[in-house]
C-alpha cells in the first residue's frame, strides 16, 4: 500500500546502494532539511488561511476569496508581498540581537519538528527522549521573544516580551506535568514507543479521568505557551499595539508570524500523539470489522486529522474567548493548574503502578 | 534646521522618564484602543498605573467657534460631527435649544418621531460600544456581531434620513421630512431580530468567566466621585447616581412612554456594561411602544424662512448614548448666535479616568476606556 514509510524506506535503501555510507548520509540531511523548509512554508500558508477561514466562519464573514479558487492563494500572495518588503532595522536598536532574534525563534520550532511522527514509521529522528526533547527544545523560543523585546528598544516590545517570559516560564510546568502523565501511563520517553502502547485505545480513552484531566491542562497550557488567545498577552494588540514584534516589519516579521502558527502545528501534534494516539487509528476492544475498516485509512491522514482537530479547537478560543489580565493569567496558571496537575500526576502513577488503566 | 528626533527629545512630556525613574508609555494618538486620537501618557510601575494623563486636542476643529458664523438652521448639522455615534440626538438637543428661545410648539408627530430616532441611535451606539468595548479587552467576534444589527438600523435612518452616519434629520420646529413608508415596517422587524440577538449578546460575552473577571472590581469610582467629576449618563448610573435627563427633565414625549432609568451601584467597569446592556432593552420597549402610535399630523411646525433668536441665553440640555449633552445658546437678536458652548458628555466622563486608573494594570485601563465609551471628537470638539 502506498505510504510514507515505504517511500522513505525506498529513498534510504536506493541512497546506501548507490552511494558510499558518507555521502548517503549527508544526502539525506540535505533531503530532511529541504523537507522541513518546505514543510514549514507549506504549514504556514495552510494555517494561517485556515485561521482566516475559520475566523470568518464565525464572524459571519467570507474571509479570503479573491486569489484563487476560495482565496486559497490568499497566503502566497502576503507572502510574497512580506519577502519582497524591505527589511528594516529602526535606529538605536541593538542590531545584532534585533536580527537574531526572529531566526531564533523559527529555529527553534524547526527542531522541534525532529522527534515529531507524521505516520507509521515516517519520522526524522527517533530519539529515545523523545518528549523530554520537544519540551526542553521548545522553552528556548522565550530567549528569542525576549531578545526581540530588548532589542527592539521601544517599550511596548518590552512589555511585551516580559509578559511573555513571565507566561512562557510559567505554564511549561503544567504542560510539562500533563506530559509526564502520559510518560507515567506508558513508561517511556521515546515518541515511536507511546504512540505504539496506544494501539488498543488511546490514552485519553484508557487513562480514566487523570488522562482527561490532563489532555485539558494540557490544552490550556500550550495555548499559552504559543502566545494565542486568550492567553495573548504578548502581543494584546489593544494594549501594546503589536507587544514584542512591534517593530518587526518585512520577513522579519514573517519570520514570527510563521514560528507562531508553527507552533501552534507542533504543540497540536504533540497533544494529538500523546493523548489521541498518533497515526493510530480508532480502534475498539473488540470490535474487529470496526477496527479493520479504520486501518484502511493511512495512517498520515489519522495523524493529520487529528492534530488539525486540535489546532481547530485553539482557533476556536481564539475567536470566542476575551483576553486575560497579566496576574489573572499567572494566577490561573500557580494557584490552579500547577495544583491540579501534580494532584494529577500523582493519581496517574498511583494508577500506572496499581495497571488500573486498560 | 529642525530633526525630528530633536522635537521628540525636546518634548519633556513624552520622552524623559519621571525623577524617580518610572516607566512612561504613550497610548496615542494613534493606537488601537483609544478609538481616536485621544493621547494618553501613563507613569507605569512595572504593569501598575500610577498616573494617567490625557492629552486632548488632536480633533480640535473649533466647532463652537464655527457656529458663530452659522445660522440657526444651520449651526445645528455641525454638531452631528461632534459625537457622531449619535448625531441625532446633538441635533436634537441644538434643535430644542432653538426650539425653546422661538418658544415654537412641536407637532406630536414630529416629537415620536424624534423619539423614535433618537432611541434608534442610542440602540446603534450601544451596539457599537458593545463591539468595540469587547475589542478592548479581546474577544474581536463580537463587534461583527454588533455590527451586523448596526446595519439595520442603519439601514433604517438611511431610507428616511438619506445619510447613515450624519444624519442631519432634525430642523428647529420638528423634523426635515417625512417617515419613510418603509420605516414602521422595518423598524418592527429589527424589534423582533434584536431581542432575540440581544439574549445572544449576553450569552457570549456577559456571562463569560473570563470577561467577568476583567470586568469586575476594577475601574471603580464612588457616587461621590463621580458627581464630583461630573459624569453622566451610562457610566454615572453605573456608580449609582441619578442622572438621567429623560426621567429627571423629560421632553418630548419622554414623559408619556414607560421605561426605567436604570441604575446599578457597583461603580466598576461591570456595573457601567450591565448599565449599557439593559439601557439596550429599555429603548428597545421605548421603540416599540411609540412604532405603532405615531400620530397623524404635521411632521414640522411652521417657522419662519430666517429665525431670529430674541436677545438673551438659552440652554437645553438632552441624554445622548454617552450622557447629558448641553447647549448654551448667546443671542445678540441676530440671524447668528453670538457665543454658543456645547457641553459634552465625553469630557467629562474622561476626566475620572486617571481617578479610576491609577493602581490598576494596563489592560484594565483599556478596559476601563472601553467602559466610558468614549468618542474623542465629542470631547475635543
Known amino acids: 500500500m502506498w505510504s510514507f514509510e515505504n517511500i522513505s524506506h525506498s529513498i534510504d535503501t536506493w541512497l546506501y546502494d548507490t552511494f558510499n555510507p558518507t555521502t548517503a548520509m549527508l544526502l539525506e540531511f540535505l533531503i530532511i532539511a529541504i523537507c522541513i523548509i518546505g514543510l514549514f512554508a507549506i504549514l504556514g500558508l495552510v494555517l494561517i488561511l485556515m485561521e482566516r477561514k475559520v475566523s470568518a466562519w464565525m464572524q459571519i464573514r467570507l474571509g479570503p476569496n479573491r486569489v484563487g479558487p476560495g482565496g486559497m492563494f490568499q497566503t502566497v500572495a502576503d507572502t510574497l508581498k512580506l519577502i519582497v518588503k524591505e527589511g528594516m532595522t529602526p535606529n538605536n536598536v541593538d542590531r545584532f540581537l534585533f536580527n537574531l532574534a526572529p531566526f531564533i525563534v523559527m529555529i527553534v520550532s524547526m527542531v522541534v519538528l525532529a522527534p515529531i511522527m507524521f505516520a507509521k514509521n515516517f519520522q526524522i529522528w527517533d530519539i529515545n527522549i523523545g518528549v523530554l526533547f520537544i519540551t526542553a527544545v521548545s522553552s528556548v523560543s522565550v530567549i528569542g521573544i525576549l531578545m526581540a523585546g530588548w532589542a527592539s528598544n521601544n517599550k511596548y516590545s518590552l512589555l511585551g516580551a516580559m509578559r511573555s517570559g513571565a507566561q512562557i516560564v510559567s505554564y511549561e510546568l503544567s504542560a510539562g506535568l500533563s506530559i509526564l502523565a502520559i510518560v507515567v501511563l506508558t513508561g517511556s520517553l521515546k515518541i515511536s514507543d507511546i504512540i505504539n502502547s496506544q494501539e488498543n485505545g488511546w490514552w485519553i480513552f484508557k487513562g480514566h479521568v487523570p488522562a482527561i484531566i490532563a489532555f485539558v491542562i494540557f490544552i490550556i497550557a500550550v495555548t499559552a505557551e504559543t502566545n494565542r488567545a486568550p492567553f495573548d498577552l504578548a502581543e494584546a494588540e489593544s494594549e501594546l499595539t503589536a507587544g514584542f514584534h512591534t517593530e518587526y516589519s518585512g520577513m522579519k516579521f514573517a519570520l514570527f508570524f510563521l514560528a507562531e502558527y508553527v507552533n501552534v502545528f507542533i504543540v497540536c501534534a504533540i497533544g494529538a500523539t500523546l493523548f489521541l494516539g498518533g497515526w493510530m487509528p480508532l480502534h475498539f476492544g473488540t470490535a474487529n470489522k470496526f477496527n479493520e475498516v479504520m486501518d484502511y485509512i493511512p495512517s498520515s491522514i489519522w495523524f493529520f486529522g487529528k492534530t488539525f482537530f486540535l489546532i481547530f479547537i485553539i482557533m476556536w478560543f481564539r475567536w470566542t474567548f476575551p483576553r486575560l489580565r497579566i496576574d489573572q493569567l499567572l494566577n490561573l496558571e500557580w494557584k490552579y493548574l500547577l495544583p491540579i496537575s501534580m494532584f494529577n500526576l500523582l493519581l496517574v502513577t498511583v494508577i500506572a503502578i496499581l495497571k488500573w488503566h486498560f | 534646521m529642525y530633526r525630528e528626533t530633536q522635537i521628540v527629545s525636546d518634548n519633556s512630556l513624552t520622552t524623559a522618564p519621571d525623577v524617580d525613574g518610572d516607566l512612561v508609555i504613550n497610548v496615542g494618538p494613534q493606537h488601537p484602543a483609544t478609538h481616536g486620537v485621544l493621547h494618553l501618557i501613563i507613569t507605569l510601575n512595572g504593569e501598575t498605573i500610577k498616573k494617567v494623563d490625557p492629552h486632548l486636542g488632536y480633533i480640535h476643529r473649533s466647532i463652537e467657534k464655527m457656529c458663530e458664523s452659522l445660522s440657526y438652521r444651520q449651526f445645528i448639522y455641525v454638531t452631528s460631527r461632534m459625537d457622531y455615534l449619535s448625531s441625532h440626538i446633538n441635533n436634537h438637543g441644538c434643535a430644542m435649544c432653538v426650539e425653546k428661545g422661538l418658544q415654537i410648539e412641536v407637532p406630536p408627530r414630529a416629537q415620536v418621531i424624534r423619539v423614535l430616532m433618537d432611541e434608534l441611535t442610542r440602540l446603534a451606539s450601544h451596539q457599537l460600544w458593545w463591539g468595540a468595548m469587547t475589542m478592548d479587552v479581546g474577544a474581536l467576534t463580537p463587534f461583527f456581531h454588533a455590527f451586523r444589527e448596526r446595519e439595520m438600523i442603519n439601514d433604517?435612518?438611511?431610507?428616511?434620513?438619506?445619510?447613515?452616519?450624519?444624519?442631519?434629520?432634525?430642523?428647529?420646529?420638528?423634523?426635515?421630512?417625512?417617515?419613510?413608508?418603509?420605516?414602521?415596517?422595518?423598524?418592527?422587524?429589527?424589534?423582533?431580530?434584536?431581542?432575540?440577538?440581544?439574549?445572544?449578546?449576553?450569552?457570549?460575552?456577559?456571562?463569560?468567566?473570563?470577561?467577568?473577571?476583567?470586568?469586575?472590581?476594577?475601574?471603580?469610582?464612588?457616587?461621590?466621585?463621580?458627581?464630583?467629576?461630573?459624569?453622566?449618563?451610562?457610566?454615572?448610573?453605573?456608580?449609582?447616581?441619578?442622572?438621567?435627563?429623560?426621567?429627571?427633565?423629560?421632553?418630548?414625549?419622554?414623559?408619556?412612554?414607560?421605561?426605567?432609568?436604570?441604575?446599578?451601584?457597583?461603580?466598576?467597569?461591570?456595573?457601567?456594561?450591565?448599565?449599557?446592556?439593559?439601557?439596550?432593552?429599555?429603548?428597545?420597549?421605548?421603540?416599540?411602544?411609540?412604532?405603532?402610535?405615531?400620530?397623524?399630523?404635521?411632521?414640522?411646525?411652521?417657522?419662519?424662512?430666517?429665525?431670529?433668536?430674541?436677545?438673551?441665553?438659552?440652554?437645553?440640555?438632552?441624554?445622548?448614548?454617552?450622557?447629558?449633552?448641553?447647549?448654551?445658546?448667546?443671542?445678540?437678536?441676530?440671524?447668528?448666535?453670538?457665543?454658543?458652548?456645547?457641553?459634552?458628555?465625553?469630557?467629562?466622563?474622561?476626566?475620572?479616568?486617571?481617578?479610576?486608573?491609577?493602581?490598576?494594570?494596563?489592560?484594565?485601563?483599556?478596559?476601563?476606556?472601553?467602559?466610558?465609551?468614549?468618542?474623542?471628537?465629542?470631547?475635543?470638539?
Do not use: W
Open chain 2, 156 to 381: 433604517i435612518m438611511e431610507e428616511t434620513c438619506g445619510a447613515r452616519l450624519t444624519m442631519n434629520y432634525m430642523v428647529p420646529g420638528g423634523v426635515m421630512v417625512d417617515i419613510h413608508p418603509n420605516f414602521q415596517r422595518k423598524v418592527k422587524e429589527f424589534i423582533t431580530h434584536f431581542k432575540n440577538k440581544i439574549d445572544e449578546y449576553d450569552e457570549l460575552v456577559t456571562g463569560n468567566v473570563i470577561f467577568q473577571n476583567r470586568m469586575k472590581r476594577v475601574g471603580y469610582i464612588s457616587k461621590e466621585d463621580a458627581i464630583s467629576y461630573g459624569m453622566t449618563g451610562p457610566s454615572a448610573r453605573g456608580s449609582g447616581v441619578q442622572c438621567d435627563i429623560r426621567k429627571l427633565y423629560p421632553y418630548e414625549v419622554y414623559n408619556k412612554v414607560k421605561f426605567d432609568e436604570i441604575i446599578e451601584t457597583g461603580g466598576d467597569s461591570f456595573a457601567r456594561y450591565i448599565v449599557r446592556m439593559k439601557e439596550m432593552r429599555q429603548s428597545l420597549s421605548i421603540v416599540e411602544q411609540l412604532i405603532d402610535n405615531i400620530p397623524d399630523g404635521d411632521f414640522q411646525a411652521k417657522t419662519k424662512a430666517v429665525l431670529k433668536l430674541p436677545k438673551g441665553e438659552f440652554y437645553s440640555r438632552i441624554e445622548t448614548a454617552r450622557g447629558e449633552f448641553g447647549v448654551y445658546i448667546v443671542s445678540e437678536g441676530g440671524t447668528t448666535p453670538y457665543r454658543i458652548k456645547f457641553r459634552s458628555p465625553g469630557f467629562s466622563n474622561l476626566c475620572a479616568l486617571d481617578h479610576m486608573a491609577r493602581g490598576g494594570k494596563i489592560g484594565d485601563l483599556i478596559a476601563m476606556m472601553g467602559t466610558l465609551d468614549l468618542v474623542i471628537p465629542d470631547i475635543d470638539r
